[in-house]
């Protein structure tokens, strides 16, 4: 069980969003009973969901005096949806600050960042909003965090949880980390959402730098099917309510841990990525920089042909250095190395002379697969998860006239 | 029927070189009784097969003197295969040299373009080609532009030829095309070859030129997985036979109609693309310039969940205007305008208030898919043939082990 930080009240509720009837919770509310030092990092897609355009002013707009809280909606993404959209995003955070001042919590709209994740394009129901909102005040306080998650999923297989406990020397403090799925499901889904709250009293500068990078280093390096959608956000409440201030020399191990909680959030989203039975740990060393590293990270992870493979269990050498040929990047081909769950496949320009099928048989059958790309002897280096691409995966994304 | 370019005789055998055996010719052969102009374009990718690397090498040698064949084989696609790929590439043309010249046809190793399709990393086997060599000289003059093209295919499900005659002030002029398939097919197949041969009497540095616009304009407007391989090859062949010399002001039309010529071809690869049911004509218009135009073209065509949603007939114009969010290009998103099939799906940031499922049932049950887009008022303009994604790809790619 993930442990609830100290100083936040969770709710959750079914305000029956979704266009099918599912006795499911599909609204969900973070309040912090004091203002939490906010940090958020948003889809860089054109096209910003309202509720995305909205959490950015509010972020923005509240600066280093913290935010109250986060409002989640599934099942309606309030994406594509005009001013009407961005008018209902506000309406629904008026709802909810209206009834948290009823049971005497002083919370503005403008205290609050809204998160949507479901259907594109249509406008919200604010009735269902109106009709929701009491029970959800009824379960605030009462929902744990797997309840949170839960009311935040659309498609997702599984709740995504992570946690933490870290002892500083002030004492200790909680990491709750919560994630629902990186699938854009039919018909016009979308998509992820991510929060981490903890109890520790951290500088807003700082825990804001910190958790740029613990996305980057998480979030960022992981590829389902390489599509970004219109709602994507994380988001990082630290609210003090433990008493405990992290001190300057206790920074890094504090992204130490948020980072881990985002891995492992990370880790989950590529897991239940839409018809994934694979995950590929990608790790490419020996570039001229990061830079180079990454791009060819991203082309063999983002390649049909070598997703299609690791589904098929097929050690196929030839269209992982095919991608690595085409990534846009100069390096020298004869000093390529391609291993994959610990068996050498390409070396010198030429396969390996190793039996693959007898000694991959078994390590392919099981859900993570290493492969470790050694493109040279720079010192650029970079990591991405992958899943692999499933007759599941086409399923899911073409159902639709049936 | 596509009739073959005056002063150019075809020849293909069957060497066995596919790990099944197959009662289909694998070994095809172009001789010119001229030196003919050459052009050829290849794959970007870092990891080029030993014979685009000889075909490259001796395209340069000939210059304006021009060249006098093309040796293809299907099967084995000496890539990755290191110094003895290359010296295997040199003696299949030394081979196919000393038996023409039996036959009195003075051709050298290096008058030769070699071109290999079919599994990367295994060795050619030598035997096979001394085996077949002399049954390829039989059928020399004795094969038609089909049988041509026919001993160049692997898993294609049908052959790909376009042809013409044009009217020059000097004479008829004829061309013919032909093409084998746009898939890496399991396990590790490659790729993409294409002639064109034409018996006018062009200028050698107007061809080339010709020629590269040409293919930019249609093979490079292509896409099925995005992936490039380390063999893909296009060769344009003018060997002057038909005595007709194209004048300067009669380049302009030749180029039309070898545009011509490559845009069927091109088309046909699309269409029997690996598991391809539908061909998406994408058209982007009104963007600031033709290379952002472009990159939306290429992250449309290519994104995963477009190409699923084709597949399942699906007017998901969700997906459509995310993927050209995420294009990596800036433009004003209300100005964004998406029509499938001759039906506006978006306009002004939002969906039109159109029935698309019943406008759209029929046309997207037809094979070829017109979708148009308007980025704003800009100049910038781009096309792309673009394949969906179907479970027969993921069967295709997959089924390794079973």
Redesign the interface.
């Known amino acids: 069980m993930i442990k609830t930080p100290q100083g936040f009240r969770l709710a959750a509720a079914n305000a029956d969003f979704r266009s099918k009837k599912l006795e499911r919770n599909d609204l969900a509310l973070v309040v912090s009973d004091v203002p939490a030092t906010a940090a958020g990092v948003f889809t860089?897609?054109?096209?910003k969901a309202a509720p995305v355009l909205v959490s950015q002013a509010h972020l923005e707009a509240a600066g280093a005096d913290g935010v109250r809280g986060i409002l989640i909606n599934s099942g309606q993404a309030n994406?594509?949806?005009?001013e009407q959209g961005m008018g209902n995003c506000h309406l629904s955070l008026s709802m909810v600050s209206a009834a948290l001042k009823e049971k005497g919590l002083d919370v503005e709209p403008e205290d609050l960042l809204p998160a949507s994740t479901g259907v594109?394009?249509a406008q919200m129901d604010m009735d269902k909003w109106a009709t929701a909102v009491p029970s959800l005040m009824d379960s605030l306080g009462k929902t744990d965090v797997e309840g949170l998650v839960r009311a935040m999923m659309t498609t997702d297989a599984f709740p995504k949880m992570a946690g933490r406990e870290l002892q500083l020397k002030g004492g200790t403090v909680l990491l709750a980390g919560v994630a629902k799925g990186a699938g854009?499901i039919?018909?016009?889904?979308?998509t992820m959402i991510s929060l981490v709250l903890t109890d520790a009293a951290v500088d807003a500068d700082a825990w804001t730098a910190m958790f740029r990078r613990a996305v980057d280093a998480t979030f960022n390096r992981v590829s389902v099917?390489?599509?970004?959608?219109?709602n994507d956000s994380l988001y990082g409440l630290a609210n003090g309510a433990s008493g405990v201030r992290v001190e300057a020399d206790e920074l890094p191990l504090l992204e130490k841990v948020l980072t881990e909680v985002l891995g492992e959030l990370a880790y989950l989203l590529v897991k239940d990525g839409e018809g994934a039975t694979k995950v590929m740990h990608i790790h490419v060393t020996g570039a001229a920089s990061d830079e180079d590293a990454e791009k060819v990270a991203r082309t063999i992870g983002?390649?049909?042909?070598v997703k299609?493979?690791m589904?098929?269990?097929?050690p196929?050498?030839?269209?992982i250095?095919?991608?690595?040929?085409?990534a846009g990047v100069?390096?020298d081909?004869m000093a390529l190395r391609v291993t994959l769950c610990g068996v050498e496949l390409?070396r010198?320009?030429?396969?390996t002379d190793l039996d693959f099928d007898a000694l991959l048989?078994e390590p392919?059958d099981k859900v993570d697969l290493p492969l470790d790309i050694v493109m040279g002897d720079g010192p650029g280096e970079s990591r991405l998860l992958a899943s692999d691409?499933?007759?599941a995966?086409?399923?899911l994304?073409?159902?639709?006239?049936s």
């Open positions: 860089t897609n054109l096209f994406a594509c949806t005009g594109i394009g854009m039919c018909p016009n889904m979308a099917d390489g599509d970004t959608s219109t983002h390649s049909q042909l299609t493979a589904f098929g269990r097929d196929n050498w030839g269209r250095v095919a991608a690595a040929g085409r100069d390096f081909p390409f010198d320009g030429r396969p048989e392919l691409l499933s007759h995966y086409v399923t994304n073409s159902d639709y006239r």
